[in-house]
C-alpha cells in the first residue's frame, strides 16, 4: 500500500499529533548531532550492557510516556461487544491480520452469538465463514471446543482468571492476557510479533522467548501500566517501526532509541512509510473507539468491499 507524500506523523491527534511533529524535528536534530558517526544508540552514546538498570528503567518508562502521547486513542485493534467475542477473536487472529478477523467475526457472531450456540455449531458451516481467516479448520475446531469447555465448565462465561482461560482450547498466555486486560481490566502483558520486535530493538531485553519477555519487561514497569503499555508499542510496531523496513526519520521517539538507523532516515522518505491513521489510510477496526475517529482514524471497510 503507497503512502501519500503528504502524509505525516500525528496530524490526526490535537496533542498527539503535536507530540509527534516535534519528534520528527527531533530526529533531525539527533542526525545533525550525530553527524554520521554511527552513534545510533538515541541515549547518549549508552548501549547494551553500558546502560545501568536504573538508567534503563527510565528510558523505558519515558519511551511508554512519549507513546501515550503519541497514540492517546490505542485499544485493541479486535472488533468486540463481550469477553466471549473478544477470545474467539483473539484465537482467530492467529497467522492473520486483525483486519481479516474484523471483517469476519460479525457473520460468526450473528449466526452463533454464544458460547452455546457455536458449541452446536455445524463444523463446516463455521469453516466456511472462517475460511477467510486462513487455518480454517484448525480455528473452527478450537472456537467450538472452547466454546464447548465454556458451557460445560464455566457456566458459558469467559472465566476472568489466567489459570482457567489458558486451559481453553486455542487459548495460551498471549491470548489470555488480550482478555484478561481489555475485557476484565485486569493488567497483562502482550508479547505478540510487535510487542517482541520493538522491546529488543529498544534494548529493553535480549530474551527471544515470549515468557522471558513478558516476565523482563514487566519488571521494567507498574503493573497497572502493563495493558496500556502493550497497546502504545504494538500501535507503534504497526504504524511506523515495521519490522522490515522503520520509519527511523519520522519516529518521534527516535533519540531515545538504541536502534535508530536500522531503518529510513531521511525524515520525507521515511513519512512514506507510516501506516494506517498516521499515513492517512483506514484502520484495522470496524468499529473503532471513538476517540480512534475523532484523531483522524477511518474505520476499516467491510469485507468484500472494494
Known sequence: ??????????????????????????????????????????????????????????????????????????????????????????????????????????ALFAKYPTPEDLAAADPEQVEEILRPTGFFRAKTKSVIGLSKALVDDFGGEVPGRLEDLVKLPGVGRKTAFVVLGNAFGRPGITVDTHFQRLVRRWKWTEATEPDKIEAAVGALFPKSDWTMLSHHVIFHGRRICHARKPACGACPIAPLCPAYGEGETDPEKAKKLLKYEKGGYPGQRLNPPQAYLDAGGKPAPPLGSA
Do not use: C, W
Not at 502524509?7 to 524535528?25: I, L, N, Y
Not at 539527533?30 to 544508540?41: F, H, I, N, P
Open 1 to 106: 500500500m503507497a503512502v501519500p507524500r503528504d502524509s505525516a506523523v500525528g496530524e490526526q491527534s490535537p496533542d498527539g499529533g503535536r507530540k509527534a511533529a516535534k519528534g520528527v524535528k527531533r530526529v533531525a536534530a539527533v542526525q545533525g548531532e550525530k553527524g554520521g558517526q554511527g552513534d545510533k544508540s538515541g541515549t547518549g552514546g549508552k548501549r547494551g550492557k553500558s546502560e545501568s538498570h536504573t538508567a534503563l528503567v527510565r528510558r523505558a518508562r519515558r519511551i511508554n510516556r512519549e507513546l501515550a502521547e503519541i497514540y492517546p486513542y490505542a485499544h485493541p485493534e479486535l472488533d468486540f461487544e463481550n469477553p466471549f467475542q473478544l477470545v474467539v477473536a483473539t484465537v482467530l487472529s492467529a497467522q492473520t491480520t486483525d483486519l481479516r478477523v474484523n471483517q469476519t467475526t460479525p
